[in-house]
């Protein structure tokens, strides 16, 4: 284990957070609250010790994959156990577990929160709370890469283990160009949505936050009622944003290289669109009688689709009152979450299709024993290491999720409640159902079970196995110094 390597990263990832932190005390600054002291006075802490630890250099600047996956897992730890300092220390959120909960539900993307009265936050706090969507939106060690002094081998290990979906590949030769072009990507649409919402009629930090909410598919919004007071210009606007950043950003580095026959080729993206108007539309029908015109239904259908599939988790409307059959769709698109490479939590659009055409292969070699059966993806032969990922992922995401639901039920919640908080918080979506709905929080539940819903907001935005490994005892020993080999003389003396 590259233990100075790890330690060299930490810094760099505390570093960066301090300079984040700054953010929300310019915020503090513009609209003369002295919540702001506190987050300069973090965010001075995190600089600090982050240029401490970084004086030494690491003697290597190679390491492998149980390194890699570590170092991820521990900056995600760091930055939310740093993140939750101001919530804390300016008294908004009394309770560090609570403060604890809302930054790391922050950083996942998940949106879930444990606040009753959101309009109650100031300025620097509601920003600090939706900047932390943008940041863990598309990974904080997918920013840093960068800048960090790694071989490419080394670099590709934490892009493995931070970003989402079953494979991750190299847009260019170079780890590093990649990042930049990802988040070159990300600010881009980043700006097009401040500048869209900015000309419906929002304010600078309304469109900032929002858009943080949205590009970053968090959900965390600046009124109790969520987007349901915005114009509908407003809804449209955030919709289809929604449905971009749940897209992989691959398809747009192929539009942006001129090659839009291969982005729309896409397999996941196409089966992803599919599910997305089905949805709608089925949904629409079943709650049409709710309201004046059939366009208000599809409206409100589309935009809670997007919400959920993308694991927003915005809403517009509580559809916790919608017919049962609805919002059995909703939590079956919990399940199955955005596209691989994007924003988006879930199990993701490409490991379902995978499995499919894994079982249907199954059944057609049981049928024809003698046929070659091999699982193509995109136009592509399918390796058996990645459908043996993919199987190892869904029984790794079952057990985790039956474990978590065991666990809060002791708080004696009923169990659509139960069941829905473990899928929002794994699925990185935001709300549930029943008394986690729309309308509701998770500030009932006690500490232990929001620990495990921390936990599980962790695990589903790390892809499971990078926390994991966290716990494997044999990662952590030192190794073993070999006794150096003497030549020993065998000739006497004369």
């Given at each position: 284990?590259?233990?100075?390597?790890?330690?060299?990263?930490?810094?760099?990832?505390?570093?960066?957070?301090?300079?984040?932190?700054?953010?929300?005390?310019?915020?503090?600054?513009?609209?003369?609250?002295?919540?702001?002291?506190?987050?300069?006075?973090?965010?001075?802490?995190?600089?600090?010790?982050?240029?401490?630890?970084?004086?030494?250099?690491?003697?290597?600047?190679?390491?492998?994959?149980?390194?890699?996956?570590?170092?991820?897992?521990?900056?995600?730890?760091?930055?939310?156990?740093?993140?939750?300092?101001?919530?804390?220390?300016?008294?908004?959120?009394?309770?560090?577990?609570?403060?604890?909960?809302?930054?790391?539900?922050?950083?996942?993307?998940?949106?879930?929160?444990?606040?009753?009265?959101?309009?109650?936050?100031?300025?620097?706090?509601?920003?600090?709370?939706?900047?932390?969507?943008?940041?863990?939106?598309?990974?904080?060690?997918?920013?840093?890469?960068?800048?960090?002094?790694?071989?490419?081998?080394?670099?590709?290990?934490?892009?493995?283990?931070?970003?989402?979906?079953?494979?991750?590949?190299?847009?260019?030769?170079?780890?590093?160009?990649?990042?930049?072009?990802?988040?070159?990507?990300?600010?881009?649409?980043?700006?097009?949505?401040?500048?869209?919402?900015?000309?419906?009629?929002?304010?600078?930090?309304?469109?900032?936050?929002?858009?943080?909410?949205?590009?970053?598919?968090?959900?965390?919004?600046?009124?109790?009622?969520?987007?349901?007071?915005?114009?509908?210009?407003?809804?449209?606007?955030?919709?289809?944003?929604?449905?971009?950043?749940?897209v992989n950003f691959n398809v747009y580095y192929l539009i942006l290289i001129?090659?839009?026959?291969?982005?729309?080729?896409?397999?996941?993206?196409?089966?992803?669109?599919?599910?997305?108007?089905?949805?709608?539309?089925?949904?629409?029908?079943?709650?049409?009688?709710?309201?004046?015109?059939?366009?208000?239904?599809?409206?409100?259908?589309?935009?809670?689709?997007?919400?959920?599939?993308?694991?927003?988790?915005?809403?517009?409307?509580?559809?916790?009152?919608?017919?049962?059959?609805?919002?059995?769709?909703?939590?079956?698109?919990?399940?199955?979450?955005?596209?691989?490479?994007?924003?988006?939590?879930?199990?993701?659009?490409?490991?379902?299709?995978?499995?499919?055409?894994?079982?249907?292969?199954?059944?057609?070699?049981?049928?024809?024993?003698?046929?070659?059966?091999?699982?193509?993806?995109?136009?592509?032969?399918?390796?058996?290491?990645?459908?043996?990922?993919?199987?190892?992922?869904?029984?790794?995401?079952?057990?985790?999720?039956?474990?978590?639901?065991?666990?809060?039920?002791?708080?004696?919640?009923?169990?659509?409640?139960?069941?829905?908080?473990?899928?929002?918080?794994?699925?990185?979506?935001?709300?549930?159902?029943?008394?986690?709905?729309?309308?509701?929080?998770?500030?009932?539940?006690?500490?232990?079970?929001k620990i495990i819903l921390m936990f599980d907001m962790l695990v589903g935005?790390?892809?499971?196995?990078?926390?994991?490994?966290?716990?494997?005892?044999?990662?952590?020993?030192?190794?073993?110094?070999?006794?150096?080999?003497?030549?020993?003389?065998?000739?006497?003396?004369?």
């Open positions: 284990m590259n233990y100075s390597m790890i330690r060299y990263i930490l810094s760099c990832v505390l570093s960066f957070e301090g300079v984040f932190l700054t953010l929300p005390a310019i915020t503090a600054g513009i609209y003369g609250e002295e919540q702001g002291l506190i987050y300069l006075g973090v965010a001075a802490g995190c600089i600090i010790l982050g240029t401490i630890g970084r004086i030494k250099k690491p003697k290597s600047n190679v390491f492998y994959s149980k390194e890699g996956f570590a170092a991820v897992s521990l900056s995600w730890i760091v930055i939310s156990l740093v993140g939750a300092l101001p919530f804390f220390l300016t008294g908004e959120i009394p309770s560090y577990e609570d403060a604890l909960f809302e930054t790391i539900s922050g950083f996942t993307t998940t949106g879930s929160s444990i606040l009753s009265d959101v309009e109650a936050l100031s300025h620097c706090t509601l920003f600090w709370r939706s900047f932390t969507h943008w940041i863990g939106g598309m990974g904080v060690l997918v920013f840093v890469m960068a800048v960090l002094p790694l071989s490419g081998s080394s670099n590709m290990h934490l892009m493995r283990a931070e970003s989402p979906g079953p494979s991750v590949g190299k847009l260019v030769p170079k780890v590093k160009r990649t990042a930049m072009i990802l988040y070159g990507i990300y600010v881009g649409i980043t700006l097009v949505e401040i500048v869209a919402l900015f000309i419906a009629g929002l304010n600078l930090f309304e469109s900032m936050t929002l858009t943080f909410g949205t590009v970053g598919t968090g959900g965390f919004a600046l009124l109790n009622s969520s987007i349901g007071s915005y114009s509908l210009a407003v809804q449209i606007i955030i919709t289809i944003f929604m449905l971009i950043c749940s001129r090659k839009p026959k291969e982005a729309a080729l896409n397999e996941e993206m196409r089966c992803f669109l599919i599910i997305v108007f089905i949805s709608a539309i089925m949904i629409t029908f079943n709650i049409r009688d709710s309201f004046s015109n059939i366009f208000e239904a599809f409206h409100t259908a589309l935009f809670q689709v997007a919400s959920i599939i993308s694991t927003t988790g915005y809403v517009t409307a509580d559809f916790n009152l919608w017919p049962e059959f609805s919002k059995t769709i909703l939590v079956l698109l919990m399940f199955v979450g955005a596209c691989a490479g994007s924003t988006g939590g879930g199990l993701k659009v490409s490991r379902l299709v995978i499995v499919v055409k894994a079982i249907k292969n199954e059944i057609m070699s049981i049928t024809h024993p003698r046929s070659v059966q091999k699982v193509q993806f995109n136009g592509r032969k399918i390796s058996k290491d990645i459908v043996r990922r993919v199987l190892c992922y869904l029984g790794a995401y079952v057990i985790i999720a039956l474990v978590s639901i065991l666990i809060i039920s002791i708080d004696g919640k009923d169990m659509t409640t139960n069941v829905t908080a473990v899928m929002a918080t794994f699925n990185n979506i935001g709300p549930g159902l029943n008394g986690v709905g729309p309308v509701s929080n998770f500030g009932d539940y006690s500490v232990l079970s935005r790390l892809e499971i196995f990078p926390l994991l490994i966290l716990f494997t005892p044999g990662i952590w020993k030192l190794p073993v110094r070999k006794p150096d080999r003497k030549i020993i003389n065998l000739k006497s003396k004369e």
